[in-house]
């Protein structure tokens, strides 16, 4: 997987591909391309208005010598009349630019998001989840403030720079050559600055993604944070992770600072030599005082202009940085998901197969999780999958949902391999009750339609009657339309569990998991969440992975996983029969301390 960090890409390419891959923003403009380009031309119109400035305040200057009243009222209209066209030109510039921007980071985004959701389980193993929201709000924040305004102020910039040198060599050569002596100084400059801007602007942006990885898990394990009594902890790593930012930023300004101090030294230290050059100049009359204003604020224009460029040159090479980030996101090989609503049109029967499977998770290769696992699972059959934490179970279920690809053996459903199955048939006809439940932060209603987009009011009324939760949810004052807060924080654990039974009820999948559903529960929420659960596991096919024995004793078919391979497998009175047998030994353990 592409990490974030600059030192993982060879200097070479990055150097080579950096504009390349800048360029590939437009691709997201789609048919607002248009805006850009004529944007580029008001663009070029207001640079052109800028340029007429100096030449006419010169000719005006020139007036008092000839003594000339209507000459100076004519090229006092026509500066007027220019500053007028000169305004529009930048209203339309600037909002092209805007609405191009803001249509393609739309798209951008959008590109982003989708992306990053249908990325395998094996990515978001290894990246976490606040370095992956700042590279979504301010990498493309910083895209946006360059496409906005800062490309549109360079090239600006740039324009009066050719259009200044040229018109000041028509004013005179001399002072033109003397002006232009400095240009190579500053390139050399700009060349070797820019590299130290980057560098250490691309450092700030990595240590800032860092510290909001840290704001976003403190945030949401903000109760055990508590709990522990440990915020001066979080406190302490965020502000180490801080000072680590300001520490970096301030080398990088000082670089900054260096290049602005040498660029306002050369360039205005020049207009000065420039400035009584032309002095001399005028008093041996070889030009006019009004060529002399005009060759002053052209030159003005010129070393103001080569001034913010090199400015605007390192926030561009920021948003190239941030560029590049965000396409190493794009470049990610996502899974072949649909982006739109999609329904499973073949439902499965529910036969599941797993013959010889062995696993190892991506990030630990040297440790297989599952060593030659081979069951069955017929329609309508209850599989139960016990063992000790770390024997493989919850690994089971993420095979059957295709999160991970398994290293050996099969697994099929209806006697077909899974991997001959498009992923939204495979998922679509099956569904998860998970230990530790996630609901999204809007209400109850939402939350159980996530099971099906589409439903009607009677189907969510009747699957929340069917999960036993009709009756708490009928006590909000809300009712369906109670928010359930971040993650549901604001329900109890048994009722957010019964809201995903509710939600897997209204999804009908033909292949139900059970993952720890009722081990976190108490007795009544138990009580309440095992009927529940009864009434979901009727008529399909359910693998339950229990670790209270309790609940899986009317199980067809009990599998005990043990350091990744089939140590039994029976059900409830064939296993108990066994003498020192590993479930009979969890299921003594357990009993004895009810």
Known sequence: MARFKENDLPKSKLTKSSLSK????FKYAENHKWKFYVGLIFLLFTGGTALAFPKLMGLLIDCVKNKDNDQANLIAGGLIVILLFQSLF????????????????????????????????????QKRVGELNSRISSDITQIQDTL??????????FILIVGGIALLASESFKLTLLMLSVVPLVAVAAVIFGRFIRKYSKKVQDQVAESQVIVEETMQGISIVKAFANEWYEIARYDGKIKEIVKIAIKGGKYRGYFASFIIFCLFGAIVAVVWFGVQLSISGEMSVGQLISFVLYSTFVGASFGGIAELYAQIQKAVGATERVFELLEETPEKINSSEFSAEKMLKGNVSFKKVAFSYPSRKEIQVLKNVSFNADFGQKIAIVGPSGAGKSTIASLLLRFYDIEGGEISIDGKNIYDYDLETLRGNMSIVPQDVILFGGTIRENIAYGKPNATEEEITKAAKQANAYQFIKGFPEKFETIVGERGIKLSGGQRQRIAIARALLKNPSILILDEATSSLDSESEKLVQEALEILMEGRTSIIIAHRLSTIRSADQIIVLDEGTIKEQGTHQELIALENGIYKNLSNLQFNNF
Not at 22 to 25: G, S
Not at 104 to 121: C, D, F, G
Not at 149 to 157: D, V
């Open 22 to 25: 800048a360029l590939l923003i």
């Open 90 to 125: 930048s209203f339309f510039r600037l909002s092209l630019f805007v609405n191009f921007t803001e249509n393609t980071l739309a798209n951008l985004r959008l590109a982003l998001y989708s992306n990053l959701v249908k990325l395998p389980m094996t990515f978001f193993s």
């Open 148 to 157: 906005t305004s800062t490309i549109a102020e360079f090239l600006r910039q």
